[in-house]
Structure formats: C-alpha cells, structure tokens
C-alpha cells in the first residue's frame, strides 16, 4: 500500500519545518524535509513559489511543476515526514526530466 500524501496548508506547519527541519539546496529547488511520527504512514508535502518567481501566471506554473514532482518522487519517500518544495526561478526552464533526476537525488530514491 502506497502512502497517501496530503497537502500542507496551516503557515504554523510550514514555520515548524522551516525552524526544525533539514533544508537541502539543490539547482532547481531547495527542500525542507522534517521526520514527524505522528503522521501516522502520510507524507505531509507544501509548495512554495515566492514573487521572485514571476507574476501569478509563472508562480502557479512552478506549482504545477512540483506537484507533479511530488506525485511520482515524494510518494517514493519516507513515510512520517513532511516535505516542503521551494521553487527556484531556474524550474520554470528547465525540462521535466532533468527535474525528477534532481529530485531523485535530493530525497536519495532510486
């Protein structure tokens, strides 16, 4: 049974991580990952795209972009933990493919 992601909403939960957790730099996104054992088998995933990114249209874009990612990566992670993607301005050109290798390597699943 594969685990069941569920999306972060509460910035309270977003501050948790960032104050607790492992921040991981990466080319194309960085990540904040916090092993939390009361989440009960779920993997807890947030997106965040600030104005640096662009206008609207660019920022849901690279949302888009990391959802994704978290459908075919993060489901492959460790379960109990929480993941929060941060796009960088670089996701917005650069191909799928390359993306999900980096994510790959950043979250260590193969």
Not at 28 to 38: A, T
């Amino acid at each position: 049974m594969a685990p069941q992601l569920f999306t972060i909403k509460k910035r309270a939960t977003f501050v948790h991580i960032r104050d607790k957790g492992v921040f991981i730099r990466s080319k194309n996104i960085n990540v904040q990952k916090l092993l939390n054992q009361e989440l009960d088998g779920k993997i807890g995933v947030g997106y965040t795209a600030t104005k640096r990114i662009g206008n609207a249209v660019k920022r849901n874009k690279a949302k888009r972009i990391m959802r994704e990612l978290a459908k075919k990566i993060l489901i492959k992670g460790k379960t109990n933990s929480y993941y929060v993607l941060i796009a960088k301005l670089s996701i917005l050109d650069t191909k799928f493919k390359t993306l999900l290798e980096e994510m790959e390597s950043i979250i260590h699943v193969k």
